[in-house]
């Protein structure tokens, strides 16, 4: 029997990227397909402490005739979850191998172990109760919530388990409803960070100029999800989101209490939760970090802490060298990379769809922006990606009928994001960079390796 290290254990307790039996390194990515309850009546899921009640309903997610999103993205997250889970092995890193060189011509592959976890299994029908059911989507929340039976006791919900792996990279998969004219396609979802919603604050509060907004690379990109509303009010929404928990009136004055979203950080089992007393303080309000007023709120606490250090500012703003990356930060990389990586290994390992080129792939779209919570609240790079429309023919039968070359293409740009990859030559659109994400300053960032600071 092979003798492990004592360096490489004690490495492995350290931190999550761990020297393995072999010697090489070990990360956690978790595979999140999208949604997986049930549509249940009334509002099920964000349970604010200030308020004591649940804020919205169950995101059930797109449906399209006898198609659903969760179930689609279900089937093709095991796939990909099979292919990273055939590194844990040297049988399996054969198999894996073979992948990796229908996209490359390397002699050699940099051996790395992925420690997959997927952050549901199975739907809410194969798992727990029925549709009308009050815990029938316990297992599916995003938030904590209190246990029905045992009010004082809270359950972690998906947000909190996601960073309890502790991952370095989380791929999160759903599919886009369309509005009226679109042609589908695929896209990143991606949440801003702290400097331009402290800028778009700054514009708010005539500190600035209202043509500062322009002149962000966020601007153009902003999602509009209320009819009537522009993108800079709708980016002035988000941001009052993002400090306050609640949504401005269209008069861009008074807070819009009735669209309360909740201090969300505070919502998750972290360390960067708001010291014991926060929800008395939050009901009286007043200046600091729970004020109701936008000139009177101040960013202060172990969240804002945070979201002001350098890792929130790779992650989610920076530009990221040697790529086509000017805004968004690794979270950008990460998402357009693994798109790249699908129209790439589509061509590459289907000749029908390399014959029918953009007849039958979706091309990739600009981005999705909002102050959305996967990508802000864990630590980790995350992938959230809109692999599809569903209600578009062409996205949909792309997805259902290439599950498997789509799932392959996604492992290989996974391990592209870690090791890189010298690719084949390839004359198709948006070709991969193929060049590994920075995670080494994550790993040496000051206070420890980020992606573990994250639980007690």
Not at 215 to 236: C, F, T, V
Not at 305 to 314: G, L, Q, V
């Amino acid at each position: 029997m092979k003798s492990i290290p004592i360096l490489c254990i004690l490495v492995f307790l350290l931190q999550t990227a761990s020297c393995d039996v072999w010697g090489g390194p070990s990360y956690t990515v978790v595979v999140d397909p999208g949604h997986g309850g049930a549509p249940a009546a009334g509002y099920d899921d964000k349970w604010d402490p200030v308020t004591g009640k649940y804020l919205s309903p169950y995101l059930y997610g797109m449906r399209y005739g006898k198609y659903e999103e969760h179930k689609v993205m279900l089937d093709l997250s095991r796939r990909v979850h099979y292919y990273l889970k055939l590194t844990e092995t040297e049988e399996g890193w054969k198999e894996f191998e073979k992948i990796l060189r229908q996209f490359s011509d390397q002699k050699e592959f940099t051996r790395i172990r992925f420690r997959s976890v997927m952050s549901r299994d199975e739907g809410w029908e194969k798992k727990g109760p029925g549709a009308s059911h009050p815990d029938v989507n316990e297992p599916f929340r995003l938030y904590d919530f209190p246990n029905r039976k045992n009010k004082k006791e809270m359950v972690p919900g998906r947000l909190s388990y996601i960073n309890s792996e502790k991952p370095y990279l989380v791929v999160s998969l759903h599919m886009n409803p369309a509005g009226p004219g679109n042609e589908g396609g695929m896209a990143a979802v991606l949440a801003p960070g702290y400097s331009t919603f402290d800028k778009i604050r700054g514009i708010h509060l005539k500190n600035a100029p209202d043509a500062a907004f322009d002149a962000l690379p966020w601007s153009d990109y902003w999602l509009i999800n209320q009819a009537g509303w522009n993108r800079k009010e709708i980016a002035i929404a988000d941001t009052w989101v993002y400090f306050h928990g609640f949504w401005v009136k269209k008069n861009m004055k008074e807070p819009w209490l009735e669209k309360n979203r909740g201090l969300r950080h505070n919502m998750i089992q972290w360390r960067y939760r708001d010291p014991a007393g926060w929800v008395e303080k939050a009901r009286k309000g007043g200046p600091g970090p729970y004020a109701m007023k936008y000139s009177q709120f101040r960013a202060e606490g172990p969240f804002w802490e945070r979201e002001k250090a350098a890792p929130e500012h790779w992650r989610r703003e920076a530009t990221v060298p040697g790529t086509s990356i000017k805004f968004g930060g690794d979270n950008h990389y990460a998402s357009d990379e693994l798109m790249r990586y699908v129209q790439y290994g589509s061509r590459k390992l289907d000749a029908k769809l390399a014959k029918d080129g953009k007849n039958a792939i979706p091309e990739i779209v600009d981005p999705f922006v909002s102050t959305y919570s996967l990508p802000t609240l864990v630590n980790a790079v995350v992938a959230y990606l809109e692999i599809g429309h569903l209600d578009v023919k062409k996205d949909r039968l792309f997805i259902l009928n290439n599950k498997d070359v789509i799932a392959r293409s996604l492992a290989a740009g996974i391990y592209s994001l870690f090791a890189g990859l010298e690719l084949k030559p390839y004359d198709g659109p948006t070709p991969p960079a193929s060049k590994p994400l920075n995670f080494k300053r994550y790993e040496e960032y000051e206070k420890g390796n980020y992606f573990n600071i994250v639980t007690d």
